[in-house]
T-cell receptor, first 109, second 112 residues
Framework: RKEVEQDPGPFNVPEGATVAFNCTYSNSASQSFFWYRQDCRKEPKLLMSVYSSGNEDGRFTAQLNRASQYISLLIRDSKLSDSATYLCVVKTNTDKLIFGTGTRLQVFP | ETGVTQSPTHLIKTRGQQVTLRCSSQSGHNTVSWYQQALGQGPQFIFQYYREEENGRGNFPPRFSGLQFPNYSSELNVNALELDDSALYLC???????????FGPGTRLTVL
């Protein structure tokens, strides 16, 4: 079983749609959680940290359920520029980042 | 504030050769981590350096080695290159007191 699992997609959605990505992790000792965004052939860029209380940044909302070891990302009012791969990332107690394989999002006009 | 930089951007080597990749951390960041990203996969942790010492290692063989310098920049060395070493190599810098890591643009290595 992979340490961080994501649906690879692709998710093809029209502009303006709401889309949700889910992720599960296996290490209950994981300490920090993130969503990174990666454009084709570019480096991952930090989109947002994920907190137990849930957090929002504009059109993006992230949720963490520690009991279920589950992380989610909701994107509202999708833009063409949101097309990218979204990486679910967990930081372990040994300080390394564990990445999922990513979920590809394609927003079409 | 200067971001993370890496060099070279692209590199082509043949099997059995050795390669050195370089990374300059973001201004003020004292920790550097290296990752390997194969096509279609998420980045895989290779190792991390803090205070010029290895501070954690992933599941990579000893032919992957590294260094960190007093100015926090870092090198990744790979000996006896294999075809499967072809990947994007990413460097990320962070503060030891903070969990977020910030990535450089990567070095794309092709082994023929």
């Amino acid at each position: 079983r992979k340490e961080v699992e994501q649906d690879p997609g692709p998710f093809n959605v029209p502009e303006g749609a709401t889309v949700a990505f889910n992720c599960t992790y296996s290490n209950s000792a994981s300490q920090s959680f993130f969503w990174y965004r990666q454009d084709c052939r570019k480096e991952p860029k930090l989109l947002m940290s994920v907190y137990s209380s849930g957090n929002e940044d504009g059109r993006f909302t992230a949720q963490l359920n520690r009991a279920s070891q589950y992380i989610s990302l909701l994107i509202r009012d999708s833009k063409l520029s949101d097309s990218a791969t979204y990486l679910c990332v967990v930081k372990t107690n040994t300080d390394k980042l564990i990445f999922g394989t990513g979920t590809r999002l394609q927003v079409f006009p | 504030e200067t971001g993370v930089t890496q060099s070279p951007t692209h590199l082509i080597k043949t099997r059995g050769q050795q390669v050195t990749l370089r990374c300059s951390s973001q201004s003020g960041h004292n920790t550097v981590s290296w990752y390997q990203q194969a096509l279609g996969q998420g980045p895989q942790f290779i190792f991390q350096y803090y205070r010029e010492e290895e501070n954690g290692r992933g599941n990579f063989p000893p032919r992957f080695s590294g260094l960190q310098f007093p100015n926090y920049s870092s090198e990744l060395n790979v000996n006896a290159l294999e075809l499967d070493d072809s990947a994007l190599y990413l460097c990320a810098s962070s503060l030891v007191s903070r969990p977020e890591q910030f990535f450089g643009p990567g070095t794309r290595l092709t082994v023929l």
